[in-house]
Nanobody, 126 residues
Framework: QVQLVESGGGLVQAGGSLRLSCAAS????????MGWFRQAPGRERGFVAA????????SYADSVKGRFTISRDNAKNTVYLKMDRLKPEDTAVYYC???????????????????WGQGTQVTVSS
């Protein structure tokens, strides 16, 4: 069982930056692939970024590639999402997700993930 708690959301102007954090419980965090998803009002929850259990591999949605960076610190049981050059269309609730995986292949579908956080709101004003 893994519990995930996101933090770091807030209100920011377009062009600004935020860093989201996701703290995980449990002793086996380093065995989990981690992902970030987001859901805007009236839209389905969509993939943002993912990182392998070791941190050696990452993947991004095209809409955030070059602006967002996912990273992890296995000693702190935490995964991060650094968001730069934010746009109003990045406004959404951001969710952290986890699935036990020692593969170099990154799951990019919502249904691939087993554990979810409660979400943190990110609002980008124009």
């Amino acid at each position: 069982q893994v519990q995930l708690v996101e933090s770091g959301g807030g209100l920011v102007q377009a062009g600004g930056s935020l860093r989201l954090s996701c703290a995980a419980s449990g002793r086996t965090f380093s065995s989990y692939a981690m992902g970030w998803f987001r859901q805007a009002p009236g839209r389905e929850r969509g993939f943002v970024a993912a990182i392998t259990y070791s941190g050696s591999g990452t993947s991004y949605a095209d809409s955030v590639k070059g602006r967002f960076t996912i990273s992890r610190d296995n000693a702190k049981n935490t995964v991060y999402l650094k968001m730069d050059r934010l746009k109003p269309e990045d406004t959404a609730v951001y969710y952290c997700a986890a699935v036990r995986s020692l593969s170099s292949l990154l799951p990019g579908n919502r249904d691939d993930y087993v554990y979810w956080g409660q979400g943190t709101q990110v609002t980008v004003s124009s």
